[in-house]
């Protein structure tokens, strides 16, 4: 009896040979997506690094296309095919990071169902787990993952209709913002800059080192100045150019952010958030001054950024995080993040009698807020919003 046929889109065996000294070679029989069986091979100086080389080849070789998905196709291929439209979309980085996080709780929960297998009553009782035993975050992030898939193969035939869309929302609860008050931000200010208090006495390489001696050796103070004086997010400072600084005109354009690649380094990609985020921001008095004080004595980078690194690179927005922490700590504000000035500023708007337009425009929201969605004339430099600053910090 002869012997039935791979599966189409998997493959047999993977054998490994040494086929001289530091050279192997990895072999396996692949049926393709056509339903023709081949031999497929692949190199490499060890036979575990080969037969990586090969399984890597055969996962994107025979990965499903959306033409391919039918209801007997599982999760694990819709999944795939998913990710595949994200990439095409251009989706941005963290996103694609947040939804392949996600995606490991999404292939080992349902991942086996065929298309047709999930239900609307299945699916609600696989997210009410994850939210049980992974929390509310990682649940809803689920619940998206999967209305996207499902949404994919109602448009490709795969589903007559989207079973995430009865699925039960998952709530999260919205902490209330909480914002340091002008005597705080001046106290935090004022210390970054000549606080004599020890940092951490504990600690056995600098036991002495005060906070205003750590924040310059870190560059630390001037980043957070740059954080009171507009507002933008700790990616769009570190990803600010000495090219976007207007000195005539005392405004500052926000045009990019710095973001990680998965295993790799540092880049700067030249777009925002959202299309909101391009922006241009006017500069308070205070923060035009640490600028010329710097743009003076600080040496050049290949990238030309405001705030690089020690090393001339870009900066890691988690490295800043970090040194942010330990000095937070020493100043008893332990609550207080990045994104809190940024909340401080929104803030400071609203107290100054400022519109809400004017605070989504510096805040580069998309939404102005919920008592203002429609909004005309954006893109408005604001020069009261650094007159409010100025009055504030100085």
Known sequence: ????????????????????????????????????TRLVERNGRTGAEAERNL?????????????????ESRLTDLWEAYEAHLLEEGRAIRTMERYRYASTYVIKGVGGYKIREASTQRLDAFVKTVKNKHGVSVAKSARVILSGMFGLAVRYGAAASNPVRDVGTIKMESKPARSLSVDELRGVIDALRSSDKVLNAANKVTPRQTISEYCAIADLTDVVIMFAATGARISEVLGLRWSDIDFDAKTVSVSG????????????????????????????????????????????????VVFPSTTGVLRDPSAVSKQWRRVRTALNLDWVT??????????????????????????????????????????????EVADALNRIVQ
């Open 257 to 304: 952010k710095v973001n990680r690649m998965p295993g790799g380094g540092m880049i700067r990609e030249s777009f925002t958030k959202t299309k909101s985020g391009a922006r241009t921001l006017p500069l308070p008095d205070f923060a035009l001054s640490m600028l010329l004080a710097r743009r003076v004595s600080a040496p050049t980078n290949i990238y030309d």
């Open 338 to 383: 990045s994104h809190t000035f940024r909340k401080t500023v929104a803030t400071l708007i609203d107290e100054q009698g400022l519109s809400a337009r004017v605070g989504a425009d510096q805040l580069g929201h998309a939404q102005i807020s919920m008592t203002q969605d429609v909004y005309m004339g954006r893109k408005t430099v604001h020069t």
């Open 1 to 36: 009896m002869p012997r039935p046929p791979l599966p189409i889109g998997s493959w047999g065996k993977i054998k490994r040979t040494e086929i001289a000294k530091g050279r192997w070679v990895a072999k396996a029989r692949v049926r393709d997506l056509d339903g023709v």
């Open 55 to 71: 399984s890597a080849h055969l996962a994107e070789r025979t990965a499903p296309s959306m033409e391919d998905l039918t209801p």
